[in-house]
């Protein structure tokens, strides 16, 4: 069955750095594009990263743009979002998900907590 499990999360002083990993399986991973969604206590999710299937292309939401840095290991089906210059408010949990024939399938979560 599809799996996808997010690990790294922690507690970070804000300007810090944070490398989380999104490991799938159960599907070829290398064929489908890996998303990042972040989701703050209280609020909704809000989209932050995309890591394409297609020529290692990736997307960024606005306020992670410039900071945040997706890449993918096709050979260990892991996607590693490098966060940088972190913020308070990008205290969050955050999510990978796939969609694979139309559904949608998401890991459990990681929290991320930026506070001095």
């Known amino acids: 069955q599809v799996q996808l499990v997010e690990s790294g999360g922690s507690l970070v002083q804000p300007g810090g750095s944070l490398r989380l990993s999104c490991i799938a399986s159960?599907?070829?991973?290398?064929?489908?594009?890996i998303n990042w969604f972040r989701q703050p206590q209280g609020k909704g999710r809000e989209w932050a990263a995309t890591s394409s299937s297609v020529d290692d292309t990736t997307a960024y939401a606005d306020s992670v743009k410039g900071r945040f840095t997706i890449s993918r290991d096709n050979s260990k089906n892991t996607v590693y979002p490098q966060m940088n210059s972190l913020r308070p408010e990008d205290t969050s949990v955050y999510s990978c998900?796939?969609?694979?024939?139309?559904?949608?399938?998401w890991g459990q979560g990681t929290q991320v907590t930026v506070s001095s």
């Open positions: 159960g599907f070829l991973f290398s064929n489908y594009a």
């Open positions: 998900s796939a969609r694979i024939n139309r559904l949608d399938f």
